[in-house]
């Protein structure tokens, strides 16, 4: 197996694990036993790396939620369905490879998906555009989600983008008003729909498939109103600040849950969902049924009024003239 | 990610040499054109809407101003007058958001960066939603989208249209994800306006970009535009950086974003309020709002 990439602040890990390796080796080598020793560091980077993770910053969620190794789109899907098919085109001359999506089926229940979707190299994100879709992609996007609002299928929607394409191209087709149809058009429809960002939510680009019923987040993952890179060299002056921008803006789920934008986060197993991707893919579909269910309690009129409302709180506000009207403040 | 552009404009161009010019030409009673340099009475460059008369570059002009423009005189009622903006994040960068706020509040004497209200214009009601861009940008965070969310539902309950005037670098970064969010929240509003088919315009004037442009700025049923206005997703650096080449000529103009199909048409300040009161007309709004 491949030797997973290691981030910055997991160096202190970097060696314990060669030892554990080294120790491996020789015992391949020779005959020694050496279980009691392997169990030992096990248990021991096993800590470390719980200490690791249990304490990261903003920043440092951020370079998880980046992980190249981290599970995309594409793998979630494929974990979390029992089959299903991707179906392509925006219906006006395009398919974008950053935002991909089809129909599904999990257990009896039929479903639409769709997401962002990065690449693994640099080989794939070129294809993937690092997973910043296109005016297209979005029209994809609203396209398979008139569809489900038609066949009444659940929409599962899997947020992972830096953010919505900036090119001369994107705008020419109008990226503004393909993010802005989305928001609108996702309050109208009559199914449930579930949002997860798997991993960094970068601003309109995520929103324009995130106007959702519940709103998952996994414990490392990020969602931001503008990159901490671009908030830094505008706010501070200075991209060198994006750290403490990361920690200014409040991008994580923890402070997401607090402010009302969030509904729930997800656990991640110790070291990220990249160290254990099935064990991530397993949590989310779970989570995702459980969601699914309470949903599809509600009349669609119901599920329509609550989603209106659940953005209506969203935001706080001093109202000099009647402080008790004001929402969530 | 648009406001980069917009304080590296600010910072490059404008209004400290604008002033010291306006300074020199008597202490504001005369005012040079930027574009033409053109001089002329202050007065009179506001009696033609702040337009110039020698080459029709539209001047910015504030929300006071453009409701004067709008509204039949006396008839605009204010709504939400007492929303001001709260410190969520206690947001500090350079400077502190609450100082931020403090500072754009004395200097505006406006609580945040959007007026909204009840008005008549050409004797037609209508709901009426202007941004103030001297208000840290126009920026959109929590009280932007609260009050243009209660003017849309207002306006959704008495049955009549909207007109909103966009000038904004896009959503405010000091409120976090809760700016993010407003672009729904107005989104959702104007979701519930439509279904009840009603009339929505929004007027596109220097600049409209970012979450403004990704929400009610291209939700129009028309999209109407003032004359060489930026109107844009993303900043024009982010994209420099993206491509590494110069951009086209006019790119991110209302005639580059008519051209391509996502304005219906541009509109002279001068004739604004002509053209709205057919518009508005055409469409069968009446004088009396039906019970």
Known sequence: MARRALLEFEKPLVELEEQIEQIRQLARDSEVDVSQQLLQLETLATRRRKDIFDALTPSQKIQVARHPQRPSTLDYIQVITDEWLELHGDRRGSDDRALVGGVGRIGEQGVVLLGHQKGRDTKENVARNFGMASPGGYRKAMRLMEHADRFRLPILSFIDTPGAYAGVLAEEQGQGEAIAVNLREMFRLRVPILATVIGEGGSGGALGIGVADRLLMFEHSVYTVASPEACASILWRDAGKASTAAEALKITGPDLLKLGIVDLVLPEPSGGNHSAPLQAAETLKSALLEQLSELQGLSESQLIEQRYAKFRRMGRVLDSESPIASPSS | ?291
């Open chain 2, 1 to 291: 990610m648009s406001l980069f552009d917009w304080f590296a404009d600010r910072q490059k161009n404008a209004p400290t040499v604008r002033v010291t010019q306006e300074q020199e030409e008597g202490d504001g009673l005369w005012s040079k054109c930027p574009e033409c340099s053109l001089v002329v009475y202050r007065k009179d460059l506001v009696a033609n809407a702040s337009v110039c008369k020698g080459c029709g570059h539209h001047n910015r002009i504030d929300s006071p101003e453009r409701i004067a423009l709008i509204a039949d005189p006396g008839s605009f009622e204010p709504m939400d007058t007492g929303l001001s903006p709260t410190d969520p994040l206690a947001f500090k960068d350079r400077r502190s958001y609450a100082d931020r706020i403090r500072d754009s509040q004395q200097s505006t004497g406006l609580l945040d960066a959007v007026v909204t209200g009840i008005c008549r214009t050409s004797g037609l009601p209508l709901a009426l939603g202007v941004m103030d861009f001297r208000f840290m940008g126009g920026s959109m965070g929590s009280v932007v989208g609260e009050k243009l969310t209660r003017l849309i539902e207002t306006a959704t309950a008495r049955r009549i249209p909207v007109l909103i005037v966009c000038a904004s670098g896009g959503a405010r970064m000091q409120e976090g994800m809760l700016s993010l969010m407003q672009m729904a929240k107005i989104s959702g509003a104007l979701e519930r306006h439509r279904q009840a088919e009603l009339l929505y315009l929004p007027l596109l004037t220097y600049p409209t970009t970012g979450g403004v442009t990704a929400s009610f700025a291209m939700l129009g049923d028309l999209i109407l535009a003032e004359p060489k206005a930026l109107i844009g997703f993303a900043g024009r650096r982010v994209i420099e950086q993206t491509l590494r080449e110069k951009l086209p000529e006019g790119f991110q103009t209302a005639e580059y974003l008519r051209d391509h199909g996502f304005v219906d048409a541009i509109v002279d300040r001068t004739e604004f309020k002509a053209t709205l009161a057919s518009l508005l007309t055409m469409h069968g709004c009446r004088e009396t709002v039906p019970a």
